[in-house]
């Protein structure tokens, strides 16, 4: 068994009408810096998706890369969920189709530096009947105001600058 891996930009992320973070591009010292900016007083999600090409079985992990815009301490509250349609075979309205329940996961900030880079693993155990080479859509929002008891206690933005997902193939 290998491990499949995709990667996810901020620049790739779709959108609900509203309650979505903002993108970014910072023109950094030396290099620019993209991301999406997740706002600490109102829950946010964004949105992406793929071919869960050659997926196997277990439970398949994101990687979350984020730093603090301002903050230097504090914890985040972070929610994946996933929805799987299998092509051919499932009669669910692609349009209505509802997400897996949430994951909920916290990272706490390193400290003494507020744009240090972290990395957060979320696992996923709402499957949504997973199966390989489904259609699947990727949310991910921080919970900022708490609804889910994930004690997000961070001030200011969290940005998302990469995610990767991962699982095992056939």
Avoid at 137 to 144: G, K, L
Wanted: hydrophobic letters at 40%.
């Amino acid at each position: 068994m290998a491990t499949v891996k995709f990667q996810f930009l901020p620049e790739e992320a779709q959108f609900l009408a509203s309650a979505f973070p903002q993108f970014l591009k910072t023109n950094g010292t030396n290099f620019p810096v993209s991301g999406l900016a997740y706002d600490a007083a109102a829950d946010e999600a964004a949105f992406w998706k793929l071919r869960a090409d050659n997926y196997g079985s277990g439970n398949p992990t994101i990687d979350i890369d984020w730093y603090a815009d301002t903050a230097t301490s504090g914890t985040v509250a972070w929610e994946v969920s996933i929805a799987a349609i299998t092509p051919n075979t499932d009669t669910q309205d692609i349009e209505t189709k509802a997400l897996a329940a949430v994951q909920r996961s916290s990272d706490t900030h390193l400290g003494t530096i507020g744009q240090r880079l972290h990395r957060h693993t979320v696992t996923i155990t709402n499957l949504d009947s997973l199966t390989a080479d489904d259609e699947v859509w990727i949310r991910v929002a921080r919970d900022a105001d708490d609804t889910g008891g994930g004690g997000d206690s961070m001030t200011g933005d969290a940005i998302i600058t990469l995610l990767e997902l991962s699982y095992s193939d056939v």
